[in-house]
Every structure is written in structure tokens, then in C-alpha cells.
């Protein structure tokens, strides 16, 4: 199957091309815990393509559940993973060294999916 990349341009400048890859179950050993990595790969302004993933951890769903009375589907969960995606995009000029620090937790959930009106 062939990927379409999509477009972003970031407030830093750069210009990524992206296309999701894949949503697998994990336990970060880092103390995150269970969550999903959701798998990108992305080239920035012509360079090689790379692998970047982003955890949505299973804190951040239950603090959505405890604010919200509901769990977001899988749609809004992928959706919170991508506004990670583009808020590194706009915050870091190398994105390629946050490849295991991109994270979607208790402390930014709200914020992420805001943009979006979810809630």
C-alpha cells in the first residue's frame, strides 16, 4: 500500500512532510506506563525519512474520562497523538532528537485536543 504524505509547515520554519504508520499498545519503561505509541514517519525540509513516535499514555485517558465523563474514541486518541506531532513540529527546530520524548499525559491532554472542541 502506498503512503500519501501530508504537508505541515511550522512556526519554526520548517517544513515537515508526515504520514501515520501504525497505534501499538505499550508499557514506556521510563515510569510512564501503559499507553499507545503512535508511529510517523516524517522527512523535514528534504532530509532522509525518520521514524518518530508519540505516547498516549493511559493517565492522560483517564484524566479525560475523570474531566469529561467519557473516554475518547479512537479518532480523538489519534487526534491527540497528531496535535503532539504538530506541537513539536512548531517548538523544536530538530524534531528528529525528541523520538522517544514526545508524550501525551495528564499535563497536556486539555490542551492538545482544545484546539479541536472536544470536550
Known amino acids: 500500500m502506498e503512503r500519501r504524505y501530508k504537508l505541515y ?3 519554526t520554519g520548517a517544513s515537515y512532510q508526515y504520514f501515520f504508520v501504525a497505534r501499538r499498545p505499550v508499557i514506556r519503561p521510563e515510569g510512564q506506563g501503559p499507553g499507545s505509541d503512535y508511529t510517523f514517519v516524517l522527512t ?3 532530509s532522509p525519512p525518520f521514524t518518530l513516535r508519540v505516547f498516549v499514555s493511559e493517565r492522560a485517558m483517564a484524566a479525560w474520562r475523570e474531566a469529561h465523563g467519557r473516554d475518547l474514541d479512537s479518532n480523538e486518541q489519534y487526534a491527540a497523538a497528531k496535535m503532539r506531532l504538530f506541537q513539536a513540529f512548531d517548538e523544536h527546530q530538530k524534531v528528529r ?11 497536556n491532554v486539555e490542551e492538545l485536543l482544545e484546539p479541536l472542541g472536544l470536550a
Open 44 to 46: 523535514a525540509d528534504q
Open 9 to 11: 509547515a511550522a512556526a
Open 97 to 107: 532528537q525528541e523520538c522517544l520524548s514526545l508524550v501525551v499525559d495528564e499535563t
